[in-house]
């Protein structure tokens, strides 16, 4: 079993920046990738950016490309999501996750493990 624990959410305005980061235990080694999906209210989940254990492959979804940015630090069990430049639109619980392994990276299904969320509202 993998635990997944999100933290770094919050109230920021239009432009400004955080980060997010998910903190993995339990048997991490068994993890292929993580990722960072979102759900805004009243709308279906969508994918946002994933990383390969390793850290050498990365996604991000074109909604946030360029803004938003992925990494790990597998040395402490720990993936972050640098966003800047937030939107509105960017308002959503954020929700770490893990699989086991291999497959398309974007499909939430694929996924074995997940955290309970952070919540990240962007004001206008």
């Known amino acids: 079993q993998v635990q997944l624990v999100e933290s770094g959410g919050g109230l920021v305005q239009a432009g400004g920046s955080l980060r997010l980061s998910c903190t993995a235990s339990g048997r991490t080694s068994s993890t292929y990738a993580m990722a960072w999906f979102r759900q805004a209210p009243g709308k279906a989940g969508e994918f946002v950016a994933a990383i390969s254990r390793s850290g050498g492959a990365t996604l991000h979804a074109d909604s946030v490309k360029g803004r938003f940015t992925i990494s790990s630090d597998n040395a402490q069990n720990k993936m972050y999501l640098q966003m800047n430049g937030l939107r509105p639109g960017d308002t959503a619980d954020y929700y770490c996750?893990?699989?086991?392994?291999?497959?398309?990276?974007?499909?939430?299904?694929?996924?074995?493990?997940w955290g309970q969320g952070t919540q990240v509202t962007v004001s206008s």
């Open positions: 996750a893990a699989k086991k392994d291999n497959g398309d990276y974007a499909r939430s299904s694929l996924y074995d493990y």
